[in-house]
């Protein structure tokens, strides 16, 4: 399961700092995993989270999404809708690429500027929580991947659970991401979360692995 073929490794290297990529599909706990590492003292940057922060902060970007999307995508307060945005882009393929190319840049320097931050603090790593870090190109700035695996029938069920969504919603959904397999054979790691397997000791066996990595070179 190593990246060697995809990217080249020690991208964010300097001195002993590296950069761990966390993916997962929809449902299959990597918000969870990034829990368990918060609680263990270290920096996760969320960046689902960032781009619905960014939506309403950087005005170059909530711009280019109303020139793209029309005023229907803003709240009676002017800020983004992001229910009504969903709707949108997640029926059209064309319109979900287009947003994508609006907001990964974006997301992209924010990262960045957190990142640099942390290194300046001397914390020898940092994770980068993205359900799409494949698709988007994220996976270039990391220089390992840990992958989360959960059953479909699973990740169905904590989908609905949550959201309230449909059967039909979700797979849509679902079916903007890479499959599950294809994602995990790029991963250098993966955490099993198929609610019978213990996550904390796989998630401080990756971690011991890391740190005597780090150690070592």
């Known amino acids: 399961m190593a990246l060697s073929t995809v990217r080249e490794a020690g991208v964010n290297s300097e001195g002993d700092f590296q950069v761990i990529g966390l993916t997962g599909g929809m449902g299959a706990g990597k918000s969870v995993v990034a829990r368990i590492l918060n609680g263990l003292g270290h920096f996760v940057y969320d960046a689902d989270a960032a781009a619905k922060r960014l939506y309403n902060s950087d005005a170059g970007l909530l711009e280019a999404v109303v020139g ?106 679902m079916s903007r991401q890479w499959p599950e397999e294809r994602v995990l054979e790029r991963c250098d790691a993966v955490v099993l979360n198929d609610g019978s397997a213990p996550l904390v000791p796989q998630v401080l066996g990756l971690l011991s692995a890391l740190n005597a990595n780090l150690h070592s070179s």
Request: charged share 25%.
């Open 68 to 173: 793209r999307f029309g005023q229907a995508v803003l709240d009676g307060s002017g800020m983004l809708n992001r229910g009504h945005l969903a709707q949108m882009v997640f029926s059209d393929a064309n319109a979900l690429a287009a947003l994508n190319a609006m907001v990964h840049p974006v997301v992209a320097r924010d990262f960045a500027l957190w990142r640099n931050g942390h290194r300046r603090d001397g914390v020898p790593f940092v994770f980068r929580e993205a359900a799409i870090l494949f698709e988007s190109g994220s996976y270039k700035d990391c220089d390992l991947v840990w992958g989360v695996q959960s059953p479909v029938a699973l990740r169905l069920h904590r989908v609905r659970s949550r959201t309230g969504w449909s059967e039909d919603e979700i797979f849509q959904r």
